[in-house]
């Protein structure tokens, strides 16, 4: 089995978001196709590591972690000793130390990025996101080789950054589901039971990290511009559960949207059961950029999303058939319309987006470009 080292930049073990969990699950399943070494934060759990070794080397303070120039030798020496030909970053940060090491060692640098970061910070209105886009630039040219987390953001590397083609490849955030869940209707009666939902009524379900901004902006748009139009449609019944940590105080746990069809979960340790029980994953997001793994995770477990452009970027459409619906960024009356007219669908997800995105074909892809 190829030898790879991957560098993780963050602490991974436990995962909370989606970003963290795409990390663990990538290793997890690389590890089945190489002999993976993986080195991390000294903040990740030991005991939840599967199939890899993890050498605990970065510094948990995030200032230090990044400058500490100790690194070079620790890595050039693991690479000498374990006779390592790859090396994988994820991320962009550590830019500076793939370099010397690239110059130092000779060894094949790959860059694993989860975003065109710079696109997600000036959607977020940051300003300083020109001088992030040159430094991406920078970093992915010097690249031996570059794994986008979409063929939109491939694209978008080969176009402005004069990336070649057979230099990078699409590694999507996968799911860990072979096929289409035989369990959903069992799944749909657990949470219906939980949460006191009549059988009539049909289950939405919107999912995520409640402080970040890009989610928090999507669950207002839920509460104030959806659903008061599903609200006032005659002879629609439905509950919106919405479920995620660190839901801003102010919120008061949607004690006041309890009466119009609305039920905080908050965080639940079985989040599968909920993907599996409802209707539908409503996804108005509009702003953060990246992939919206929450999505992918829907559409895996069988559920179908009604979603705005923008949180449909980077999917697969031609992988999802009936089970991805869009509509236009701000057009809240058409988000509302595709939720009652998709309320019923119950196409099952086309054995082909399992293809693509089950974690183990995925991992398979990665090995063979290394």
Known sequence: MKKVVD?????????FSGGQKSIALFLEYLASETDLIVVGTCDNDQQLVKG???????????VRRYIDIGLIEQ????????TIATVIWEHPYFFWLAKILKKKTGIRTVFHTHNIEHLRFRSNGKWWWPLLRQYEKWCFQSADFIFFISEEDRMFAIEHWGIERENCMEVPFGVAIKEYPKDKAFCRDKIAFAHSIANNEKIFLFNGLLDYKPNLDA????????????????GFWYKIIVCGKRLPEEFDGLKDYADKNIIYAGFVDDIETYFKGADLFLNPV????????????SIGFGTSVVATSSGAHGISKSSCDNKLFVVLDND??????????????????????????YWGNIARRVAASL
Do not use: H
């Open 7 to 15: 560098v993780v930049p963050y602490s991974y073990l436990p995962f």
């Open 52 to 62: 890899y070794k993890l050498l605990p080397w970065l510094k948990k303070q995030s």
């Open 75 to 82: 890595l050039s020496s693991l690479f000498r000793k374990e």
């Open 219 to 234: 669950l207002l748009a839920i509460l104030n511009e959806i659903n008061p139009i599903l609200i006032a449609t005659e």
């Open 286 to 297: 509009q702003s953060g950029g990246g992939i919206k793994t929450k999505m992918v995770e």
């Open 332 to 357: 809240w009356a058409a988000f509302a319309k595709a939720i009652i007219e998709n309320a019923n669908n119950t196409e099952p997800t086309p054995q082909k987006y399992y293809e693509y995105y």
